[in-house]
């Protein structure tokens, strides 16, 4: 899965184990209190202020976490 600031929390949820409680440790509301799910990744960083050195490394684990769940 290719993961960028354009990719939308509904594509994370969806392929990503484990994303939704990652996500919302970092204050980016999913599904529970009903924040849009087609919101990009960058949109919902920075509704909660999150910087792009931030947002790059929340990319980067995104990314690990992903290639955890295909192997």
Do not use: Y
Request: aromatic share 2%; net charge negative; proline share 3%.
């Amino acid at each position: 899965m290719d993961i960028s600031t354009e990719t939308t929390i509904e594509e994370l949820l969806a392929n990503i184990p484990g994303s939704e409680t990652f996500l919302t440790d970092l204050g980016i509301r999913c599904i529970k209190c009903g924040a849009p799910v087609w919101d990009t990744l960058q949109e919902s960083a920075e509704r909660v202020k999150i910087t792009e050195d931030q947002l790059s490394q929340i990319i980067s684990t995104l990314k690990k976490m992903a290639a955890e769940h295909q192997t």
